[in-house]
């Protein structure tokens, strides 16, 4: 196999910079299109959150880190080349709405292709649909130089944001797909090589291109529909005097199942999740097996389900009507230790109470007043000044919470666990409301001090 020596990143966001940020001695060079990203990588700003990202970064940035934008150097140089761009559901044309949108990651192709003067690794690194790596060589194969030629890796990422630096350290599995030939089989080795040098050996699995490509949405797909599995139960609890965290529990003692992932809430978010589901749904209806779509598909409505029956519960609890009255919104972020708020169900319950035209006022600890601003209109479509008079967003939870009619919490912060609730309760008008969407209160706590705590997953039935 090829000894891997310098290694290019194409895709400098929440993927691309923290999995490159953890190799060790090798050169590594991640760039993006996006000059502002670039330039705050290379500050004391990074441009993610995520806990011990900033020291890693700091100790490898100049050394064996670089972050650019010349892209076109950077794969010139490489003997590797991560591609680590942004996939997101395409918006219009055929598959709207559910397939992924490759065009990013066909223009690095293809860019890799035109300035390649010798030959490379490619490794997807991107969520990709099953099958994306032909596509990837066809494009390669036809735009290539004579005597360049390309090996195509997959190699998904398991890291969840929040956790990265965690997970990138000691993964539970590097999974490397590769074509089963002679060529296939040595560019499966130079990455694993790669990750060898901080990965044990027993963690490193390698499996044929499509198994590695499918994996990556089969495992979100699962993740997600525990969540909508438990929290489809969580409705059950509230009708029958169950309780949900006493279920999950008991579900999650059983070996063959687990305890992780089975907290109800008020709804997945992030980038991934749904992404991937949709695509996989997708994926299901393109090969003619429109049950298996139907079976996937309800993970996702299950999710939107939990949304909108928490919001609606907001507004029954608060005697039918918002109207003008103040609600706290506590997180923003789709969940705690990340500044990312792409799907957050936040967004979801902030839309549904300015439609009932309730007044929000918002705390974050992580996600700036303008990303807020950017998800509100979303990036644009909406415009901002029919909803200004009732968006706030405040600098501490105090603030946010001062005079509201009902509390909500969003996200699941520490934080948000031992604030000084008494000195909260003061100052909100009674009844004074707490909706914990993230089972995180300490409900007899809040309960003493006067708050009516409405949670998910526990009913009034005792
Ligand atoms: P992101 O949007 O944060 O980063 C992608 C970056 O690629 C952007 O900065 C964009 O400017 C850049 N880019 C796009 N086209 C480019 C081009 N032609 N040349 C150079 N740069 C280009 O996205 P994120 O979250 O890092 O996700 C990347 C991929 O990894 C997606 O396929 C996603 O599904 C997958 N993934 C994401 C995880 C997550 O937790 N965010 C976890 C595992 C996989």
């Known amino acids: 196999p090829v000894e891997v020596k310098k290694i290019c990143c194409i895709g400098a966001g929440?993927?691309?910079?923290?999995?490159?940020?953890?190799?060790?001695?090798?050169?590594?060079?991640?760039?993006?299109?996006?000059?502002?990203?670039?330039?705050?990588?290379?500050?004391?700003?990074?441009?993610?959150?995520?806990?011990?990202?900033?020291?890693?970064?700091?100790?490898?940035?100049?050394?064996?880190?670089?972050?650019?934008?010349?892209?076109?150097k950077a794969i010139e140089e490489a003997d590797l080349i991560f591609v680590s761009v942004n996939t997101p559901?395409?918006?219009?044309?055929?598959?709207?709405?559910?397939?992924?949108?490759?065009?990013?990651?066909?223009?690095?192709?293809?860019?890799?292709?035109?300035?390649?003067?010798?030959?490379?690794?490619?490794?997807?690194?991107?969520?990709?649909?099953?099958?994306?790596?032909?596509?990837?060589?066809?494009?390669?194969?036809?735009?290539?130089?004579?005597?360049?030629?390309?090996?195509?890796?997959?190699?998904?990422?398991?890291?969840?944001?929040?956790?990265?630096?965690?997970?990138?350290?000691?993964?539970?599995?590097?999974?490397?797909?590769?074509?089963?030939?002679?060529?296939?089989?040595?560019?499966?080795?130079?990455?694993?090589?790669?990750?060898?040098?901080?990965?044990?050996?027993?963690?490193?699995?390698?499996?044929?291109?499509?198994?590695?490509?499918?994996?990556?949405?089969?495992?979100?797909?699962?993740?997600?529909?525990?969540?909508?599995?438990?929290?489809?139960?969580?409705?059950?609890?509230?009708?029958?005097?169950?309780?949900?965290?006493?279920?999950?529990?008991?579900?999650?003692?059983?070996?063959?199942?687990?305890?992780?992932?089975?907290?109800?809430?008020?709804?997945?978010?992030?980038?991934?999740?749904?992404?991937?589901?949709l695509n996989l749904v997708y994926l299901s209806e393109s090969l003619h097996l429109p049950e298996v779509a139907k079976y996937w598909r309800a993970v996702v409505e299950m999710n939107e389900y939990q949304k909108s029956r928490f919001a609606n519960k907001v507004v029954n609890t608060l005697f039918n009507t918002i109207t003008g009255k103040k609600i706290a919104i506590l997180g923003w972020a789709f969940k705690k230790d990340t500044g990312d708020t792409r799907e957050s169900p936040s967004i979801t319950l902030a839309n549904h109470f300015l439609t009932e035209k309730a007044r929000i006022d918002i705390y974050d600890p992580q996600v700036t007043e303008s990303q807020i601003w950017l998800d509100l209109t979303d990036y644009g479509d909406i415009p901002a000044e029919p909803i200004k008079p009732h968006v706030k967003i405040s600098e501490t939870v105090e603030e946010a919470c001062k005079n509201a009619e009902a509390i909500v919490i969003c996200t699941e912060w520490d934080e948000f666990k031992t604030l000084d609730w008494q000195k909260i309760y003061d100052n909100c008008p009674r009844p004074a409301f707490v909706f914990d969407g993230r089972l995180i209160l300490d409900r007899k706590a809040l309960t003493d001090i006067g708050f009516k705590v409405i949670s998910i997953g526990t009913g009034d039935r005792i």
């Open 14 to 72: 929440y993927v691309g910079g923290p999995t490159c940020a953890v190799i060790p001695h090798i050169q590594v060079t991640i760039v993006d299109l996006n000059q502002q990203r670039i330039d705050a990588w290379n500050s004391d700003t990074l441009p993610i959150y995520e806990p011990g990202l900033d020291e890693v970064v700091k100790a490898a940035r100049g050394k064996n880190l670089f972050f650019s934008t010349d892209v076109d």
């Open 89 to 277: 559901t395409k918006k219009s044309g055929i598959g709207a709405g559910f397939a992924a949108d490759l065009k990013f990651l066909q223009l690095a192709t293809r860019r890799i292709a035109e300035v390649a003067k010798s030959s490379k690794i490619v490794v997807e690194k991107s969520t990709v649909p099953c099958r994306t790596a032909d596509a990837m060589r066809t494009i390669l194969e036809a735009n290539s130089k004579p005597g360049c030629h390309f090996d195509i890796l997959s190699n998904p990422e398991f890291l969840a944001e929040g956790t990265a630096i965690e997970d990138l350290f000691g993964p539970d599995r590097v999974l490397i797909g590769s074509l089963q030939t002679e060529q296939g089989l040595s560019a499966c080795q130079s990455l694993a090589n790669v990750y060898a040098n901080w990965v044990p050996r027993e963690r490193i699995l390698t499996v044929g291109l499509w198994s590695s490509e499918l994996s990556k949405l089969a495992a979100n797909a699962m993740l997600a529909q525990r969540i909508s599995s438990v929290n489809a139960l969580s409705a059950i609890c509230e009708a029958t005097g169950a309780n949900i965290d006493e279920v999950a529990y008991a579900v999650g003692k059983d070996t063959r199942m687990g305890s992780k992932f089975l907290k109800a809430s008020v709804g997945f978010g992030g980038s991934c999740f749904q992404k991937d589901i």
